[in-house]
C-alpha cells in the first residue's frame, strides 16, 4: 500500500514538473516571439516557428500520462483534481506556444517595418504578457495559491493594454493610409498576444482550483 501510493505521488510529481517545464518553454516562445518582432528579426522568427514542435510534443505527453495515471488509479478528490489540472494547463500553455508561433510568422510577412510608436506599444503589450505568464507559471511550479490568484485578478491590466495598442494603430491607419498594410498584421499581433494573457487567467483558475477547490471562473473580479 505504502508502494503504491508513493508511486502515485512520484507520478503526480513528475507530470507538475512537466507541466512546470513546459511553462518554462511558452514563456520563452511568447518572449522570443516578441524579441523578434520588435527587431523584425526574420532570422529569430524563423526559430521561434521551429521550436514550437517541442511544445507540441510535450503537451501531448502529459495528456497521454495524465489520462493513464487516471485510468490507472482512478484517483478520487484532490488525487484528480491534480492530473486534470495538468493535463488542462499543458493544454492551455500549447496553445501560448501557436499563439507566439504566429507572432512570429507575421515578421516575415510584413513589407517594411511598423512606425516606432506602434513597435513600442506592441512591446509594451507583449512584456506586459511575458510577465503574466511567467507568474502564473512560477505559481504552478510552486504551489502558490496566492500567486495565481493575484494573475487572475489582473487580467483587466492586460485587456486595457490591449485596447490602448488597436486605438495606437487604428489611428496610424487613418492618419497614413499607405500603412494599412503593416498594421493589419499589427493588429493581429495584438490580439494573438491578449489571447496568450487570456490563457494565463486560465492556467490561475486552475492552478489555484488545483491547490484549494475553489472555482474563480464565475467568481467576480474586485
Not at 209 to 222: E, I, M, N, V
Amino acid at each position: 500500500m505504502d508502494h503504491t501510493l508513493k508511486a502515485i505521488d512520484e507520478d503526480l510529481a513528475a507530470l507538475g514538473r512537466d507541466v512546470a517545464d513546459l511553462g518554462a518553454l511558452a514563456v520563452e516562445q511568447t518572449k522570443a516571439a516578441v524579441a523578434a518582432f520588435m527587431a523584425h528579426d526574420v532570422a529569430a522568427a524563423a526559430k521561434v516557428v521551429t521550436a514550437d514542435e517541442r511544445l507540441d510534443e510535450a503537451d501531448a505527453d502529459i495528456e497521454r500520462r495524465a489520462i493513464r495515471f487516471i485510468a490507472l488509479h482512478q484517483p478520487m478528490a484532490d488525487d484528480l483534481r491534480r492530473p486534470i489540472a495538468a493535463m488542462k494547463s499543458a493544454m492551455q500553455l500549447e496553445r501560448c506556444g501557436d499563439l507566439a508561433k504566429n507572432i512570429a510568422k507575421r515578421v516575415s510577412r510584413m513589407n517594411g517595418r511598423p512606425g516606432a510608436t506602434q513597435t513600442a506599444a506592441i512591446g509594451e503589450l507583449g512584456t506586459l504578457v511575458a510577465v503574466r505568464l511567467e507568474a502564473v507559471v512560477g505559481a504552478w511550479r510552486d504551489g502558490d495559491a496566492l500567486a495565481a490568484f493575484d494573475v487572475w485578478s489582473k487580467d483587466t491590466d492586460v485587456d486595457e493594454r490591449h485596447e490602448a495598442v488597436l486605438r495606437e494603430i487604428v489611428a496610424c491607419m487613418t492618419a497614413d493610409p499607405a500603412s494599412v498594410g503593416v498594421c493589419t498584421h499589427l493588429l493581429f499581433i495584438a490580439k494573438n498576444l491578449e489571447r496568450i494573457g487570456d490563457h494565463a487567467t486560465n492556467i490561475a483558475e486552475l492552478v489555484h482550483y488545483q491547490l484549494t477547490g475553489q472555482d474563480l471562473s464565475h467568481r467576480p473580479k474586485l
